[in-house]
């Protein structure tokens, strides 16, 4: 189960998220954030310091939420440094590692 509460600030809108991140609520997650009047993403954040587990779809929303620009927090070290992976670069390209110069 998982608990979305939604809170405009000025500037933004902040997702504080309590339990699981998991199944369908990463669908639920997805919806708020779309459905956010947002002028700007770096405006939005993700408050993960209730959360307990993040599955993989939940982990790739979180992380094509940070590319968009939205802010995530995290505490616990095993959380934090999930969200650090998540905000990531993406690596280089490796497929063409191996083309000839």
Do not use: Y
């Amino acid at each position: 189960m998982l608990k979305i509460t939604v809170s405009n600030e000025h500037p933004g809108i902040t997702f504080r998220l309590s339990g699981r991140l998991v199944g369908p609520w990463v669908q639920e997650l997805r919806q708020c954030w779309l459905m956010a009047d947002l002028d700007d993403p770096a405006q939005c954040r993700v408050d993960l310091r209730d959360v307990s587990f993040i599955d993989e779809a939940g982990k790739q929303l979180l992380s094509q939420m940070s590319r968009g620009g939205v802010a995530i927090q995290a505490s616990g070290c095993l959380m934090k440094a999930l969200v650090e992976d998540l905000c990531r670069p993406a690596p280089p390209d490796l497929v063409n590692r191996d083309a000839n110069p």
